[in-house]
Nanobody, 125 residues
Framework: QVQLVESGGGSVQAGGSLRLSCTVS????????MAWFRQIPGKKREGVAS???????KYTDSVKGRFTISRDNAENTLYLEMNNLKTEDTAVYYCAADMYGGPYLSLETTDFYYWGQGTQVTVSS
């Protein structure tokens, strides 16, 4: 059974940085498309960044130039480096995974089967 566990969330002032990690167990992550999503209470879950098995990446416009998604297949871990954080980045962040073969570089929740439990990121002004 594939399980995803996020860590690294916390509280930071605007302009600061955080690094989220997502550790995968139960299968070899090198065969999975992976992504980060975020959600504010009462709003739809939003795709933030995705990465394919060839390490190609895609970002939603609001985080381009500030966030970097990466993967360490040897450690079965997905990362999200977040710099120059803004108050509007405040959300619960989720990692997601799906066996490679679906839509390429997707940022749609419906394209991912496995999800973590989420980690809170709070950015204050």
């Amino acid at each position: 059974q594939v399980q995803l566990v996020e860590s690294g969330g916390g509280s930071v002032q605007a302009g600061g940085s955080l690094r989220l990690s997502c550790t995968v167990s139960g299968d070899d992550v090198s065969e999975y498309s992976m992504a980060w999503f975020r959600q504010i209470p009462g709003k739809k879950r939003e795709g933030v960044a995705s990465i394919e098995i060839d390490r190609s990446t895609k970002y939603t416009d609001s985080v381009k130039g500030r966030f970097t998604i990466s993967r360490d297949n040897a450690e079965n871990t997905l990362y999200l480096e977040m710099n120059n954080l803004k108050t509007e980045d405040t959300a619960v962040y989720y990692c997601a995974a799906d066996m490679y073969g679906g839509p390429y570089l997707s940022l749609e929740t419906t394209d991912f089967y496995y999800w973590g439990q989420g980690t809170q990121v709070t950015v204050s002004s």
